[in-house]
């Protein structure tokens, strides 16, 4: 990357693995400067920074949580200060417990609200003032909201806030040429889906889709590159659900 100053600039958040760390990856080759942000170990996300740079491309690892304002704030300084302002913001950060409604504590309740609803909140509200005029923001839902499924209750209560927020905030920015959409994968064979499963909850998870398969982290990236890339200019305000057919 010849001018670090004229890439177009993309944040991806809880990159460090898994899903994030392949839109990192994919972005990075299709020309993006690269914000890896995380929000504990900082190895996982320096390991993939060197990794990227390695290749060519221009990339930083940010810590913040995105749950808390002021680390989201400082986030987008970083980047400014250090590749230029946002073209791209990508919320892929989140957590998912599986727990019956009756069973679920307090605690589990604000930490799966917080980071998946307020995080999103969070770099949203940031992105509005500080993003460049005909960016691309993508949001990250889930499959198991279409699905219903015993023991995502509150987890897909966060995933329809974040599809609320797409839609609505699709239309506020309204004459800046920015497209905000969402992704919702179904099962993809990341540690987020496998820890805590057996052999066989993963297989009959695999047979679901008429694809008859696990997505790939390299799948969810593909469909985030369409969203963030010049292809997917005239796609705003929608929710892509990127699960083989599942539902």
Same mark, same amino acid.
């Given at each position: 990357?010849?001018?670090?100053?004229?890439? =177009?600039?993309?944040?991806?958040?809880?990159a460090s693995r898994g899903?994030?760390?392949a839109i990192a990856r994919r972005l990075a080759s299709d020309?993006?400067?690269v914000v890896v942000n995380y929000a504990a170990s900082s190895k996982e996300a320096d390991a993939l920074v060197a990794e990227l740079k390695? +290749?060519?491309a221009a990339a930083i690892a940010v810590k913040a949580d995105v749950s808390n304002a002021d680390d989201v704030r400082r986030?987008?300084?970083a980047t400014e200060q250090q590749l230029g302002r946002v073209d791209v913001l990508v919320n892929n950060a989140g957590i998912l417990k599986t727990v019956p409604l009756v069973d679920t504590s307090d605690a589990l309740f604000a930490q799966t609200f917080d980071i998946n609803v307020r995080g999103t909140f969070n770099t949203l509200r940031e992105a509005a003032t500080r993003m460049n005029n005909g960016g691309r923001i993508v949001n990250f839902s889930s499959t198991t909201l279409a699905l219903n499924m015993p023991?995502?209750?509150?987890?897909n209560a966060t995933k329809a806030a974040v599809e609320s927020f797409t839609h609505v905030f699709a239309k506020e920015l309204r004459g800046r040429s920015i497209t905000v959409n969402a992704v919702a994968p179904g099962p993809v064979a990341t540690s987020l889906f496998l820890d805590g499963k057996t052999d066989e909850q993963i297989q009959s998870f695999a047979k679901m889709p008429p694809l008859q398969r696990l997505g =790939?982290? +390299?799948?969810?990236?593909?469909?985030?590159?369409?969203?963030a890339g010049p292809d997917g200019a005239w796609v705003n305000g929608q929710i892509l659900r990127a699960n083989g057919g599942l539902a």
């Open positions: 990357m010849n001018n670090v100053r004229n890439a =177009q600039v993309a944040i991806v958040t809880g899903i994030g760390a020309g993006f400067a390695a +290749e060519g986030m987008f300084d023991g995502y209750a509150v987890y =790939q982290p +390299e799948d969810i990236a593909s469909v985030v590159a369409f969203l």
